[in-house]
């Protein structure tokens, strides 16, 4: 299972991204998907989820702000950014798991991309 992301990139506050996560090497769509972000010097943490109907979650700080959304028939998985602030500078990094769960928030997931840079100068 391999995983891409790509659309990061440095904005002013107050900007807009759209990033995207390419799932490859599995025969059936990942039951959850999720977005997750690590700025220097903290844990990563999750942003968003969305599992295989699309059902969804979302952190506090983003609400209102980013839409996860996902294309099973394209194994992807997107994030849209609006209205960034300095805080969301991270590396943004999407995840995949298999199995079905009551929810697909707040679990640790299997298989990982290796993250996309966003910045998010004042």
């Known amino acids: 299972v391999q995983l891409v992301e790509s659309g990061g990139g440095s904005v002013e506050a107050g900007g807009s991204l759209t990033l995207s996560c390419v799932g490859s090497?599995?025969?059936?769509?990942?039951?959850?998907m999720g977005w997750f972000r690590q700025s220097p010097g903290k844990g990563r943490v999750e942003v968003a989820t969305i599992n295989i109907s699309g059902r969804f979650t979302y952190v506090d700080s983003v609400k209102g702000r980013f839409t996860v959304s996902r294309d099973n028939t394209r194994n992807s998985l997107y994030l849209q950014l609006n209205n960034l602030k300095p805080e969301d500078t991270a590396v943004y990094f999407c995840?995949?798991?298999?199995?079905?769960?009551?929810?697909?928030?707040?679990?640790?997931?299997?298989?990982w991309g290796q993250g996309t840079q966003v910045t998010v100068s004042s």
């Open positions: 995840a995949a798991d298999f199995p079905p769960r009551s929810t697909c928030g707040g679990f640790s997931y299997q298989y």
């Open positions: 090497g599995f025969t059936y769509s990942p039951y959850c």
